[in-house]
């Protein structure tokens, strides 16, 4: 919804100060257009691999909705956290391999459909929970593999915004060109009226109008909010990971869940009472 409410002010600023002295009709050079969307989109494809190019025009869902995961899925996640808490300190962890190994039919996370609907939650928290049914009790050696998963799968994200950054850094230099095109069009009409070079001159500039607004305006901007959007939905995988640091160190599954909240940004972050309503309910 702000992409939408952003991308409206851009233009009604930009364009509405400008009708004030000037004719729209003069922006409308398709051709223009053409070299620059064009030309941003084969350097594109040449520059980055096929699923960060997909991946780009994914990412308009993101902006369009921000955050993949809100309040809801956090609260969500932290009763998913003391459910398979509370299991394994009452019956073991062994007692976790059968939602573990088909979490899709699995009655604990059956109770919380938000959590189950997400694969990426759901494959970090089981694989996890499936290395403590193998023997895997070091604290230490458990968060430096989930340092270096979340590390990896941060990189993955930043590539994507990077992609995009780069994109919106060479939308100028290709509205110059689509303007260097112009002149020489220009040059090549030298001997027409005043009126007519005067025209050909304007389609030129809007070339390079078009290159720095679209940069700097919009794809530019996109890129920041991809980034934001993925910084905050890291903060779910990072609290999975403070949740199980705490189990794995001996703590009640209570403690656990509050190491799990207290990692979470105050934005989605709900409070202590709150936390203690939920477990109480469950």
Not at 66 to 85: A, I, M, Q, R, T
Not at 105 to 131: I, N
Request: charge should be negative; aromatic fraction near 8%.
């Amino acid at each position: 919804m702000l992409l939408i409410v952003g991308l409206l002010i851009v233009l009604g600023s930009v364009l509405g100060g400008y009708g004030i002295h000037g004719s729209y009709a003069v922006l409308w050079q398709p051709i223009e257009f053409l070299i620059i969307f064009g030309g941003a989109f084969g350097a594109f494809v040449i520059a980055y691999p096929k699923q960060i190019v997909i991946g780009a025009f994914k990412s308009i869902g993101i902006m369009l909705k921000g955050p993949h995961y809100k309040k809801d899925n956090y609260n969500e996640l932290l009763g998913v956290l003391y459910s398979v808490f509370k299991l394994a300190k009452t019956k073991g962890d062994l007692a976790l391999e059968t939602h573990i190994d088909k979490p899709d039919e699995s009655s604990l996370f059956g109770a919380f459909p938000l959590f189950q609907s997400d694969h990426h939650g759901v494959e970090f928290l089981c694989d996890y929970l499936r290395l403590l049914t193998l023997g895997a009790n070091n604290p230490h050696e458990m968060e430096a593999v989930m340092d270096l998963e979340l590390e990896i799968h941060h990189n993955e994200e930043h590539a994507l915004t990077t992609a995009m950054t780069a994109a919106a850094e060479a939308l100028p230099a290709l509205g110059i060109v689509a303007a260097v095109l112009g002149v020489i069009v220009t040059m090549n009409s030298i001997t027409e009226p005043p009126e007519i070079l005067g025209g050909l001159i304007a389609a030129a500039l809007v070339g390079t109008f078009a290159g720095i607004l679209l940069s700097y305006g919009f794809v530019g901007p996109m890129a920041t909010s991809v980034e934001a959007a993925h910084a905050q939905d890291s903060d779910y995988l990072n609290c999975i990971k403070a949740g199980l640091m705490g189990h794995m160190q001996g703590y009640a599954p209570q403690i656990s869940v509050e190491f799990a909240r207290k990692s979470l940004s105050s934005s989605v972050r709900p409070t202590f009472a709150e936390v203690e309503e939920l477990l109480s309910g469950m």
